[in-house]
Nanobody, 123 residues
C-alpha cells in the first residue's frame, strides 16, 4: 500500500510559479511510474505530467511545467512556471507499479492517489 500526500498548493498571481510536492509513505516509490493530474469542478481529470520509475522518461503537457522525482526521498515534484488563471485546479499525484521505463498518461491505470492540493491563480 502506498500513501501519497501532496503539498505546495496555494494562491498565486498570474505569471507566478509554484512547486508542488508529492511525498509517499508505506513503500518505496522506485517501482512506480508517477503522474500529476488536475481537475476542476464539472470537468474530467486531466493528465498534467508523468515520469517513469527511474525518472529517465518524462512528459509534460506544457513546456513551462516540469516533473521530477527523487527516489531516495520518495518524492515527486511538479514545477509550474508562468501560471495562468486556467491552471486553477486541484492537483493530485498518482502512482502505478510498472515494469517498463515509461510514463503513464491514462488515469484509470493508476492504483494510488493523493487527496490533492488546490492551486488558484488570480488574474
Amino acid at each position: 500500500q502506498v500513501q501519497l500526500v501532496e503539498s505546495g498548493g496555494g494562491l498565486v498571481q498570474a505569471g507566478g510559479s509554484l512547486r508542488l510536492s508529492c511525498t509517499a509513505s508505506g513503500r518505496t516509490l522506485s517501482p512506480y511510474a508517477m503522474g500529476w493530474f488536475r481537475q476542476t469542478p464539472g470537468k474530467e481529470r486531466q493528465f498534467v505530467a508523468g515520469i517513469s520509475t527511474s525518472g529517465t522518461k518524462t512528459y509534460s503537457r506544457k513546456a513551462r511545467i516540469t516533473i521530477s522525482r527523487d527516489n531516495t526521498k520518495n518524492t515527486v515534484d511538479l514545477q509550474m512556471n508562468s501560471l495562468q488563471p486556467e491552471d486553477t485546479a486541484v492537483y493530485s499525484c498518482a502512482a502505478v507499479e510498472s515494469r517498463f521505463e515509461d510514463y503513464v498518461e491514462i488515469s484509470g491505470r493508476y492504483d494510488y492517489w493523493g487527496q490533492g492540493t488546490q492551486v488558484t491563480v488570480s488574474s
